[in-house]
């Protein structure tokens, strides 16, 4: 009888065709390889000095021009010609500037499937984790040599049980349990680690929600943060894939080298407050502070079901955005953007004040979009609230739930979702 | 491998992510590390790139290179002329980042380093060690795994998937 093993330790046995162990270093075969505009052109440097003149098959790798999106400079829209040239000489499926964030477009396209291994060199390719696979953020030296070799050292990593019990309450969305499972977690408590979720909170959440939770673990460092397979999964690929991948779970008796446990009914609103997406309190404890911009967007809060909280939120108290107060509303892909136009959320959002932008990853990290202005306070669904991160040293960013920013949005303050009747 | 580097510490304190280390507005005008190299961890402190002097030794604290995976921290960093980062414990995605580029991430207790102490990092045989000589204390460092230990000694990724790599 082998001893058993996690999911971790399973799919990187399965891809290096070793017995993986926590604390093993293998050489994996990768199934997807992502790069961005912004990892991209030092990954294409990295390929030509590596002396790269193929790629190892051209099916297995994605790119996406999403941190630029619209590119706002001649040196970004270079960036990007560097990109297209690249992906077009080498038969390299390109996502291109529109289509959205790689983390969201990956998983809307069927690329990502139960048991597979992706690396990205961004470090939110995490996300796809929501899948029941092994994803996880590289550089794009990495990215360069998985281009030219299909493979990746990887060691593999211990795992923390991660278990979900009880039911979201009115008014409490998968961001709040997420930023109280990183503040609980702290900013390297899962570094080198995976994250797996157990317990019977994981069939209460839907895939978005779950997409969340998996993002922002690697504000822990998470090296990845795996759900396990089940029909949310399998409902969601149905009409995405033509194949569903294989389904990997932990073996009874497995080791994990530390648990927690997250009582989601007991959870109440959670914000993460300037510098750090660690620094998290229960959203009480800073109802008040007045915010001059709303950021609505990202690959953590830019999905079809973000803009319906807030749209709701909005419509529930007043149906305006506050005298003083940008909304900004970035869907994470144009799948998204499309869903919100026909269903008239956009339309809404838009009477309401709302500046609607290209799909991407805009304003998050200062690259495209809004910028806040100084001294100004924003609050964001997005995931990292590092000083400077959204362009200017001088903001102070927050991090809530679509709904705690919307309801922000309609009164100009920090506002309890809850206390908004939807 | 072996080698002796000596050098001057610049400390800096825990969590310094690598939008700290370069902002992302900044990438976003050039991927010229000459240029970037300016920018430095102007976050943290707008004076600390115009103070490094080749040589010097970045001293971080716990989980150092956190957030962002962008590569780009790692050789900005060398090209200012850095090429070791001590610290108590590294982010993963930082740690491959400086190795693959021949940028040494020293892991070991650096609570007991000043700004300004004078380091003499050896690597060799009996492994990696960090004199403190302004305190006259000698911190042992953790080993790299076997693999990053040869990408090191290939002078970098690039070089180690010239040389064949995993292949």
Redesign the interface.
Known sequence: MTTPKTISEKILSTKSGADARAGDIVVCSVDLVIGTDASGPMSIDYFERMGGNAVFDPSRIVFSLDHYSPPSTPKTAAFHARVRAFTQRYGIELFDVGEGISHQVVPERGRALPGSLIVGADSHTVTCGALNLFATGVGSSDLAAAMITGRIWLRVPETIKVTLNGRRAAGLSAKDIALAMVAELGAEGANYRTLEFHGPGVAELTLDDRFVLSNLAVESGAKAAIFPADDAIESYLAERSASFGTAVRSDAGATFDREITIAIDALTPRVAIPHSPNDVVALEQVIGTPVDMIFLGTCTGGRVVDFHDALAVLEANGGRVADGVQLVVTPASREVYLRLIDDGTLAKLARMGAIVTTPGCGACCGTSGAIPGDNKTVLSTANRNFKARMGNATARIYLASPAACAAAAATGRITDPRSVVV | MSFVLQGRARVVG??I?T??II???R?????DEQVLKQYLLE?VDPAFAASVRPGDFLVGG??FG???????A?TVILAAGIKAVVAR?F???FF??AV??GLLPIECDSSAIAEGDRLTITMGDEGITVDNRSRGVTLAAHAL???MAGILAAG???EY??RG???
Do not use: F, H, Q
């Open positions: 825990d969590d992510n939008d700290y902002a992302s507005t990438k976003r005008d050039t991927l976050t716990m989980n956190c957030g962002s995976a962008m590569e780009i790692a414990s982010s993963r995605t491959r980042n693959n580029n795994p076997p693999m970098g990724l690039v998937v010239r790599a995993w292949r």
